[in-house]
């Protein structure tokens, strides 16, 4: 349940406001532009990945699909916040 209500709503927020390599936020148009990625990702975490494999795998979104050079450091910054929120997360559940 916790998932429905918060886990996927803040990994896609996250995506939006601090990832967003094709500047689709603030676009209402292309609200759910990352959502394909927010399964994989949560559960990665669920996995107890961490955050150097999370980095892996938004590199390889930001490489290999979407062609775009130079987002390696973004990439790594943003997975460390996903790692931490999802930590955080888990430890208020307990």
């Not at 669920?46 to 062609?67: C, K, Q």
Request: aromatic fraction near 12%; charged fraction near 30%; hydrophobic fraction near 45%.
């Amino acid at each position: 349940m916790w998932w429905k209500r918060r886990g996927a709503a803040s990994i896609r927020a996250i995506l939006r406001s601090d990832w967003d390599p094709v500047f689709a936020n603030g676009v209402p148009e292309a609200a759910d532009e990352y959502d394909g990625y927010i399964g994989p990702i949560g559960r990665m975490l669920r996995e107890g990945r961490a955050a150097f494999e999370v980095a892996a795998y938004l590199t390889h979104i930001t490489t290999d699909r979407m062609e775009l050079e130079g987002w390696a450091e973004q990439n790594e910054g943003v997975a460390e916040q996903l790692v931490r929120w999802y930590a955080d997360e888990m430890a208020c559940a307990d």
